[in-house]
């Protein structure tokens, strides 16, 4: 196997961001609503697990067809080369979704696809019964708008579980909307980031890992690691290549800060599970107090939006503090995502740019406020 098919899963409205991290590893990509196609090797798989940082999952394709009916979907599934991908023992469950399609019934495809997979299976085997001791590989039959998509997961947890946030608190944004917020902002290295409402610190610890090169997944196991298919070699050469990547030689300056000190205890204690607590300082601290005489720096967060109706004019009232106290630092960039239909408006200023984002299943809009760019340094001394 040389060219595989492959896919990573992508929240909508992240598709191209997505799309650059996966051009940034090599691979050319076709861009899709909700997903990114691209071939590689095994390598790739590796590969693409530990550094996407804002995808959802990395999918193996073994197939894509038209399917109008349940025969239709299995002589298509049977025909496909499963004995490449599971061997005798594997443990193979079958999720599915459809949409627009006429193959609306999601457990009559999953088992329909199931045992076509056995049948397939049976033949290159030639036994009868698969008991399924061995590794996991979750496929999923997936239709939209007729045409079928046979996956396996090769991710096992979803890549927003890095390994470093071990406790739970309200409302906390995925690591992978984290990241996808700060690679949509202008923030670099070189400058400062504050979060003003960093709660378990999501986005001040994906910064970090950002700012020093360090792959998201390298401190976390993935479902292809026990596949037999594809050689413990290729893993420890892709995790080695990912820990000589890590820049060493660098400071950041990160800032975060929230109201409540209980969850700055915690914010401390993920930093220091992902490796970056030299880069991170946290403070309890309310918005209202908010000064800092460094300039052009960025500020990213992610304020309450209010879902609640008993909390909107107390989160109205915010946004208008946000408003004047963010108004002092007149030379930074502002980037805050929230559903608050009139967050403009409260705020006091219209966003240079929008982008419909999804935070889990709410639509949210990322309003970004772009100060004037920091002063080109000096680069002959």
């Not at 049948?119 to 036994?127: D, F, I, L, Q």
């Not at 927003?160 to 996808?180: D, Q, V, W």
Request: charged content about 30%.
């Amino acid at each position: 196997m040389t060219k595989i098919a492959l896919i990573a899963t992508a929240t909508f409205g992240l598709e191209a961001v997505v799309a650059r991290e996966v051009r940034e590893l090599g691979y050319d990509t076709t861009v899709e609503n909700a997903r990114v196609i691209f071939q590689g090797d095994e390598k790739a798989i590796c590969r693409s697990n530990l550094w996407l940082r804002s995808a959802d999952r990395v999918l193996i394709r073994v197939g894509e067809f038209t399917a109008l009916t349940f025969d239709e979907l299995f002589e298509k599934t049977r025909a496909l080369p499963w004995s490449d991908w599971l061997p005798e023992n594997a443990n193979f469950p079958v999720e599915g979704k459809s949409v627009k399609s006429k193959l609306f019934s999601v457990s009559d495809c999953q088992a329909i696809v199931k045992k076509a997979i056995v049948e397939s299976m049976k033949k290159k085997y030639h036994r009868n019964w698969f008991d399924e001791t061995g590794p996991r590989y979750t496929i999923e039959v997936s239709l939209l708008k007729d045409v079928a998509t046979l996956t396996i997961d090769s991710s096992g947890a979803g890549l927003h579980k890095r390994g470093y946030r071990k406790l739970s608190t309200a409302a906390p944004l995925k690591e992978t909307l984290a990241a996808a917020m700060i690679n949509l902002s202008y923030w670099n290295p070189d400058r400062i980031l504050l979060d003003p409402f960093c709660g378990s610190g999501t986005i001040p610890i994906e910064a970090a890992l950002i700012g020093v090169n360090a792959a998201p997944g390298l401190n976390r196991g993935f479902a292809a690691e026990s596949w037999p298919n594809i050689k413990k070699r290729l893993w420890d050469e892709a995790r080695e290549e990912a820990e000589d990547l890590i820049r060493r030689d660098i400071k950041l300056n990160i800032r975060g800060t929230d109201i409540n000190n209980k969850v700055m205890s915690i914010a401390r204690y993920h930093a220091k599970l992902a490796g970056v607590s030299d880069h991170i300082s946290f403070q309890q601290m309310d918005v209202a107090d908010l000064r800092t005489k460094r300039k052009y720096g960025c500020l990213i967060c992610n304020p309450p939006y209010g879902e609640r109706l008993e909390e909107i004019k107390e989160v109205e009232n915010l946004y208008r503090l946000m408003g004047r106290v963010f108004k002092t630092l007149d030379s930074w960039s502002f980037y805050i995502i929230t559903s608050h239909r009139d967050f403009e408006r409260l705020f006091g200023r219209r966003a240079d740019r929008r982008r419909k984002l999804y935070n889990g299943r709410i639509e949210c809009q990322y309003y970004q406020y772009f100060g004037p760019p920091p002063p080109k340094r000096n680069s002959s001394h």
